[in-house]
């Protein structure tokens, strides 16, 4: 069963703009704090940003704040990342991930391992 899907990847032009989607079933979406995390080619994955479960507090990494904006609809059951100026270094495989009863840490990252995952999205910043 896929408790997450991410949606949105694909190609972009440096400078340019992406939003990610990702769609959740099978668990109480709104007692999960949401999270997005992205893996770059012979990189180690990395957590970028965060929503709390009502989603009045997120968080970011320094590599993507200001240009980045994660957001969620506890209604739709979906969480988005929006992303602007993308540039050649955000180039990765991005997964989304949940976190029930958890937290959103300063950094970005969920406050405990994620039990759900997305399969991922691939974007790809290139001229």
């Known amino acids: 069963q896929l408790h997450l899907v991410e949606s949105g990847g694909g190609l972009v032009q440096p400078g340019g703009s992406l939003k990610l989607s990702c769609a959740a079933s099978?668990?109480?979406?709104?007692?999960?704090?949401m999270g997005w995390f992205r893996q770059a080619p012979g990189r180690e994955r990395e957590a970028i940003a965060c929503i709390s479960t009502a989603g009045l507090r997120t968080n970011y990494a320094d590599s993507v704040k200001g240009r980045f904006t994660m957001s969620r609809d506890n209604a739709k059951k979906t969480a988005t990342l929006q992303m602007y100026d993308l540039q050649s270094e955000d180039t990765a495989v991005y997964y989304c991930?949940?976190?029930?009863?958890?937290?959103?840490?300063?950094?970005?990252?969920?406050?405990?391992?994620?039990?759900?995952w997305g399969q991922g999205t691939l974007v790809t910043v290139s001229s």
């Open positions: 099978g668990f109480t979406f709104n007692t999960a704090n």
């Open positions: 991930a949940a976190a029930p009863f958890s937290s959103c840490l300063p950094n970005g990252d969920l406050g405990s391992p994620p039990t759900y």
